[in-house]
Each structure stands twice: as C-alpha cells, then as structure tokens.
C-alpha cells in the first residue's frame, strides 16, 4: 500500500484530508500532531490509520517514525495557526521553521516521492494586484506567520533544485468547515450566531476575503496526488468569490435565523488585510466544476452540527 505521513492531522484540513485518504482504502496513513491547536475529534479511524502525539519542531521525536515507514508521500500540514494566535505569540511561529527543515530532511534521507506544503494567503500580504497570481504578485507581509510560510516555500523549492526533491505547495485562503474551530472567521460567528450572541467585527467590516469549502480542497488535494498534478508548482486553492466581512455576519444571521446583533471592534494593528481574491484558474482547471457556493458550505455545516 502507498505510504502517506500527514502532520498537523488533528487541524481542519489535516483531519479533513486524513477521513478522505482512509475512505479510498488504497493508503496507508500515518497522522502526527502536538495537538497545539487540533483536537481528538478530527481524527479519522481506521485500521490502516495510525496516530502519534509528536511534534515535527523536535527532530527526534519523528526521525525513528520517518526511517521505519519509509513513507511515499508526505503532507506538512503543522503549524502554528489562527490570527489571535500567531500575533501574540511570534517566537512560537518562528520556531514552526524548524520543523520544515526537519520535514525536509527526513523525506530526502528516506526516499519521499513528494512532499505537500501547506502555504497560505497571508504570504502575499497586502495586495498590489486582484486576483493574487502565484506568479506575479510580490510577497509582500512582514507577519512572522507569512515569513514562516514563506521561507517554507523557499525550502521545498531549493530541496528540489539541490537534491530533487519533488514537491507541491497549496497556498490555501480560508478553507471553512465542519473541523474548523472558532479561532477562525466563519466558524466563531457562526457559533455566535446559533448562540443568539452579539457577533465581533474588526474595523468597519468593509475588509473582504474569499471563502473555500473543505470538500473542494480536498477534491482538488486527492486529484493532485492520485494523478501526478501539480508536481514542482506553486496553487492558490481558494474561492474567487469575495464577501466583505460585514456581510459575511449579516448572510450568517440570515442563514441561522439569528436575531445576533452586529458590533464593532477597534482594527487589528497587524493582520488583518484590505482583500485577498486568488486566481484559482489551476484549481478551476483541476475540479472541472464550480466551486461550493458560500450559502451551501455554511448550510452543509448547519447540517453537520445537527447529527
């Protein structure tokens, strides 16, 4: 059976990722967290699913694990997340460096076929150009997340050009669902929200983002692996449907019924930029359908919380 290591599996993504690997019956699947952010309820079962409680920043916690799987494929999905989060505790987030140096070593010492980067939006910072191109717009935020992430993608880039090390880097942009915790946008009004609760802006709301339903993330992840796509590239993987964020809580309100009233914050110093809209033209190209619309995604999610 083809090998898969996922680290940060007990996140939204990883967990997401790992039910939908363990459903194909083709993998064997190793997941790893230090449950920082994650939780036990993300996890998939499975006998052909094991789990470790490590974390990928100590070398020699994982290094025993890398040489006796010799793993075919492997998704660095751990790291350091949530605004909140990654704002108050920086050396925290620039410590996740060394996790993707130990990553990368192991997967060229042991003969890894690919390894998967976890990226982000936030590398392109504030944007100079709509949509954000994965060619042409500058990286541009100083956020010791986004550096993280950046010099992330430096990694994967200079182990291929050195020792041909393949690789993929998805640069996600709020990737929304069921797993997600209320460190993040959608999932906190919505827990406001379905607790009649005033719901929290930062500044005017006027600020818009895109958001991506779990599944086609996932669609667009399983297609890369199974069919060889992707290889040595870079991948927004995200919506181009941008919401501000004031409307985002009012098509809550409106979906759950919610008579939450809307109030305002004074504006992030750091982190919180004007827009972010992707080219998504690679993912498009890749689903060959449109993508989950945010009414359906956040209805998809209501359903899930009533079972």
């Not at 379905?194 to 500044?203: Q, R, S």
């Not at 992030?268 to 619309?293: A, E, F, Q, V, Y």
Request: proline share 5%; with cysteine; glycine share 8%.
């Amino acid at each position: 059976m083809t090998k898969i290591l996922i680290t940060g599996v007990a996140g939204n993504i990883g967990g997401s990722l790992a039910e939908c690997i363990m459903s194909n019956g083709r993998f064997d699947l190793t997941g790893i967290d230090n449950f920082l952010t994650g939780s036990l309820g993300k996890l998939p079962s499975g006998k052909h699913f094991q789990f470790h409680q490590m974390d990928v920043n100590n070398r020699s916690e994982i290094e025993a694990l890398f040489r006796e799987k010799r793993y075919d494929y492997v998704f660095h999905y751990a790291a350091v997340v949530g605004v909140q989060r990654t704002l108050a505790h920086p050396i925290q987030v620039l410590n996740d460096i060394q996790g993707i140096r130990n990553i990368m070593d192991l997967s060229l010492a042991t003969g890894v076929k690919r390894v998967f980067y976890s990226s982000s939006s936030e590398v392109y910072g504030e944007p100079v150009e709509i949509p954000q191109h994965e060619w042409t717009t500058p990286l541009n935020s100083r956020l010791p997340y986004a550096i993280v992430k950046n010099v992330g993608e430096a990694f994967l880039r200079s182990y291929n050009k050195e020792y041909g090390l393949p690789f993929t880097i998805f640069r996600f942009f709020n990737t929304y669902g069921p797993r997600q915790s209320d460190d993040f946008v959608i999932a906190k009004f919505l827990k406001n929200a379905l607790a009649g609760e005033p719901i929290t802006i930062y500044g005017s709301g006027d600020q818009t983002r895109t958001f991506c339903y779990i599944d086609d993330n996932i669609e667009t992840t399983m297609a890369c692996l199974e069919n060889g796509l992707c290889v040595n590239d870079t991948m927004n993987v995200g919506s181009d449907e941008e919401i501000s964020i004031l409307d985002l809580a009012k098509e809550i309100i409106r979906i759950t019924g919610s008579q939450s009233a809307i109030t305002f914050l004074p504006p992030l110093k750091d982190g919180d930029m004007t827009r972010r809209k992707p080219d998504n033209s690679k993912m498009k190209s890749i689903l060959g359908r449109p993508l989950t619309p945010l009414q359906r995604g956040i209805e998809k999610i209501l359903l899930t919380l009533k079972k």
